[in-house]
């Protein structure tokens, strides 16, 4: 007999997840208390979520608007762009109806009774429909259509009193639409009373106020349950910074998906491997802790102060949070994938991880890998990875803490470049950027450290070494180009140390590492000055403020960049081992890209 | 070894310190030449009585840890003052305070990783939670209703890591027993949370000589135990409205002072910090050797008379 599954409510998460798993060739029955949603109105729907409703074919014949700039606006802080969003507004009843006749299509069969001998069970109720777990973590959330423009999503936040630790911030946004009609949402957490004529704003409103309740209060332990597991808003799953819960919806159903195709017979087993996923797939978000509360208001109070700082630490980290996105690897280009190099990278992400998220889930976002695409980024685990292929094979999983040291400690370098010209806020209080970027700094190099002197012992001296190093030259304001080259030197060197005892072939691949780093500011340079998106998500006159810039001009840059590159090249036909070789020469080819892209002269 | 102890500290400070880029060694040295306490490197001395075992490098080492965390510190804490002086970033700028304390504790690392892998393991994992103490520190800002749980929490991770350090370094050192580098360990975190009470009921004093100026953490919001103590009787409210104004300056001290007087909040506090710093001693009592039991008491008992 084919197992069966039975799903529970059919809104975006249900309706995903039923669609998915009828097409792997399971009886699934859905039922839906077509509950009234009241007028339908525009969701954003981020990126990866987008390519998965695309590749299932949900969007066909859909009206998909695309955007790609967020304007972002944290308390009384400038507004910032965010751009490469990659996104899209849909309409909620249209995404709907294509779900409901791609579910009628899959063979779902929609029942109104209860399970008969199904052996999965999905709850996919949407919000409000299990007991809250705090105050903090659940509100309600008001949409509306206007008639008015917008040319790009606008994300802002409104708070009464940045200095209560117990006031929890509300979360605007407005929606591009199309026929000038746009949609406004607000999420309120807390419970301190709303009044939707708030809703009214400068714009003549088209349609009533859509309201629901909304709950952030995920934690991997609710989602589970004796004989259940939960998806999307019942489960908490939404964002509690921006109010989204779409992209979360389908990304947990798919891993309930997953996770039930995984262990078809094995109800069990399908619920523990599911719970398992959550708990990376939301690292950072929502860590359960006695602190949550107050750590959620921390995050928010960076976030809001630290709203107009453009280095690329709390760039990032904004991303992170209010984006589905991690740092996700300095650049995206993608080097060819080598599947001997995935169970030491995925060892090296659940190491980096696993020591920060409980105590800085803001940090552990950061360092969550947004795709399954573990081994193809450009980051300086990869080199290090790379390097460790000098001994022949492939690399050894037990400096796998070596590599995550390497990456939590280039995250707390990027957190000391600071800008030039901070300014502490007036009055009293704790100057939240400032105190964020010293304390999430030591966090990071001192766990580093931890990390190395558990792992690999012989090592601290030259680990502690490279701190002092990049220390030193930062204060001494040495040339950039020397910083990011001895950034990337150490994980090439130390990665060759630990492989080989043959010091001709360490120095050849330290040199690599060395012009790697080099590579990778002036690709930065090259794509600030061209206007485009840097891998640090920088502004040239960003990058000029905090003196990490070649100060070249675009052509020098460009020349010297696609110099190094040659020379890298060179040195690579130096290493016996080939696959060492290519893959250094891999991670050397994506980093200079933004340069030599297109115009790659084959050796 | 005829110099004595405390000035080989030193010694060995300026030398690791002369190893710092010029750019930031004044903020870093004229710390060492004003040493405060040394409250660190005593209690590592302590730890080694009759071993033979030189205690300077280590000394130095947790003592150069204790001027790292201390440049980081003022920065967060938007200190003006330390050891009678004006704070490093007020001389120098954030960013090159924040690089000196950085360099401080990868030249710590060094001589960690120069005294063996034991060392090195123990600097990073206490500098990782004295991070995450400073962390629960600063997030509870604003919070009148901190409870006394979570309260010691913080003060543990920040201050009750730094003082065990020194007990866990002195235990390696000395090739002390399983047993016994634990009793160390357990002491030093115990005094250490002694002390941070004691140095909360500080933060209130008024008018008196002391090296940091009055009431810099109630300006930020982070209240310390007499406080919070006072604030769990604080019945009609005012002691609240008084933390929470935003025109708090120095001139609500004295008002301060009088309520958490009033509510009892000093009382409270010394009597927790008292509970604790006996504790400490109690669980010397669990020492075999004599003679390390008497060194530790002794550093443990002319500690508190400082700030009592």
């Known amino acids: 007999m084919t197992p069966g599954v039975f799903v529970v409510g059919a809104g975006p998460a249900g309706s995903v997840a039923a669609v998915a798993l009828a097409r792997q060739g399971l009886t699934v029955q859905v039922v839906d208390h077509d509950a009234d949603r009241g007028e339908s109105h525009d969701l954003l729907v981020n990126a990866p979520t987008l390519a998965t409703l695309d590749s299932m074919g949900v969007l066909t014949g859909l009206r998909v608007r695309p955007v790609d700039e967020m304007e972002i606006q944290l308390g009384r802080a400038r507004p910032r762009v965010l751009s490469g969003l990659g996104g899209a507004v849909v309409d909620r009843d249209q995404l709907r109806w294509n779900l409901h006749a791609l579910m009628a299509d899959a063979g779902v069969e929609r029942v109104s009774g209860l399970p008969k001998g199904s052996c999965h069970l999905i709850i996919a109720t949407g919000a409000g429909t299990r007991p809250s777990t705090s105050v903090y973590s659940t509100g309600r959330t008001y949409a509306r259509t206007f008639a008015g423009h917008a040319d790009r999503v606008v994300l802002r936040s409104v708070t009464p009193n940045a200095d209560d630790p117990r006031q ?19 999420t309120v957490l807390g419970d301190h009373e709303f009044d939707p004529a708030m809703l009214a704003g400068p714009f003549e409103p088209v349609g009533p106020v859509v309201s629901g309740p909304v709950d952030t209060g995920f ?32 990304e947990s159903a798919m891993l309930a998906v997953r996770s039930i195709v995984d262990h078809k017979a094995d109800p069990a087993a399908a619920r523990s491997a599911y719970r ?77 991880v696993s020591t920060v998220r409980h105590e800085w889930p803001f940090l552990a976002r950061l360092l969550a890998d947004e795709g399954s695409g573990a081994g193809q980024q450009v980051r300086p685990a990869l080199l290090f990875a790379s390097a460790l292929t000098a001994s022949g094979g ?49 966090f990071l190099l001192s766990q580093a450290s931890r990390l190395v002197a558990a792992a690999a012992p012989d090592c601290s001296w030259a680990f502690a070494e490279w701190l002092a190093e990049l220390t030193a030259m930062r204060a001494t304001r040495a040339p950039a180009t020397a910083l990011f080259g001895a950034l990337f030197e150490f994980p090439a060197r130390i990665g060759a140390q630990l492989a080989t005892t043959d010091p001709a072939v360490v120095r050849v ?11 990778f500011l002036l690709g930065e340079d090259v794509l600030a000055l061209r206007g485009e998106r840097t891998r640090l998500d920088l502004t040239a006159a960003g990058m000029a403020d905090r003196g990490i810039s070649s100060t070249l001009g675009l052509a020098a840059a460009e020349l010297s960049c696609a110099d190094t590159h040659r020379r890298t090249r060179e040195a690579a036909a130096k290493i016996p081992h080939l696959r060492c070789a290519r893959l250094l020469l891999g991670f050397a080819d994506a980093v200079a890209a933004p340069v030599t892209n297109g115009k790659e002269d084959q050796p | 070894m005829s110099r004595p102890y405390e000035h080989r500290v030193t010694d060995r400070l300026n030398a690791a310190a002369s190893e710092l880029d010029e750019s930031v060694r004044p903020l870093v040295s004229r710390l060492i030449d004003q040493p405060g306490k040394r409250l660190r490197s005593t209690l590592l001395a302590a730890c080694v009585p009759g071993t033979g075992v030189d205690p300077a490098p280590l000394g130095a080492l947790v003592e150069l840890v204790h001027v790292a965390s ?189 309520m958490v007087l009033d509510r009892g909040g000093f009382a409270s506090a010394t009597h927790l910090a008292r509970e604790r710093h006996a504790n400490a001693l109690v669980i010397l009592n669990r020492l075999e050797d004599e003679d390390l039991r008497a060194s530790l008491r002794t550093v443990g008992m002319a500690m508190w008379q400082d700030v009592t």
Not at chain 1, 509 to 519: A, F, K, P, Q, Y
Not at chain 2, 182 to 195: M, R, S
Request: proline content about 6%; aromatic content about 6%; hydrophobic content about 45%.
């Open chain 1, 168 to 186: 929890m911030p509300s979360f605007l946004r407005v929606l591009p639409g199309d026929d000038g009609v746009l949609t406004v949402t607000l």
């Open chain 1, 219 to 250: 934690s991997p332990d609710l989602a589970v349950g004796p004989d259940w597991m939960r998806i999307g808003d019942v489960a908490g799953l939404v964002n509690p910074f921006t109010g989204d819960g779409l992209g979360h919806a389908v």
């Open chain 1, 276 to 352: 398992r996923r959550l708990g990376s797939a939301f690292v950072g978000y929502f860590e359960t802790a006695r602190h949550a509360a107050r750590r959620y208001h921390l995050a928010w109070r960076i976030l809001e102060s630290a709203a107009e700082d453009d280095g690329p630490f709390f760039v990032k980290g904004h991303r992170a949070i209010l984006l589905p996105e991690g740092i996700g690897g300095l650049a995206t280009e993608r080097m060819p994938r080598d599947w001997s190099m995935v169970p030491f990278l995925t060892a090296c992400d659940e190491v980096a």
């Open chain 1, 394 to 442: 492939p690399p050894d999983v037990g400096y796998a803490p070596v590599g995550a040291a390497i990456e939590l400690a280039t995250l707390g370098t990027l957190a000391f470049l600071s800008p030039s010209g901070h300014r502490p806020p007036p009055g009293r209080g704790i100057d939240w950027t400032m105190a964020t970027t010293v304390l999430a700094g030591d």
């Open chain 1, 509 to 519: 691949v330290r040199d690599i590492g060395h012009h790697c780093g080099e590579m």
């Open chain 2, 70 to 258: 201390l440049l980081h510190d003022d920065i967060i804490d938007r200190a003006a003052v330390r050891r009678g002086l004006p704070a490093a970033h007020v001389v120098a700028g954030e960013e090159r305070a924040t690089l000196a304390g950085l360099a401080c504790f990868a030249l710590a690392g060094k001589l960690a990783a120069d005294l063996g892998p034991g060392v090195s393991m123990a600097v990073s994992a206490a500098v990782a939670e004295l991070s995450v103490g400073e962390l629960l520190d600063v997030q509870r800002a604003f919070d009148t209703e901190l409870s006394i749980e979570d309260y010691l929490e913080l003060v543990t991770r920040k201050t009750g890591e730094l003082f065990r350090l020194p007990c866990v370094l002195g235990a390696l050192a000395a090739g002390a027993d399983r047993a016994t580098a634990a009793v160390l360990a357990e002491f030093g975190l115990e005094l250490g949370v002694a002390f941070q009470i004691m140095d909360d009921c500080l933060d209130l004093r008024v008018g008196q000589d002391v090296d940091k100026p009055v009431g810099t953490d109630h300006q930020l919001g982070l209240f310390g135990a007499p406080t919070l103590f006072a604030l769990r009787v604080d019945e009609d409210g005012s002691l609240r409205r008084t933390l929470l104004s935003s025109s708090f300056g120095a001139h609500d001290m004295p008002g301060v002072r009088s």
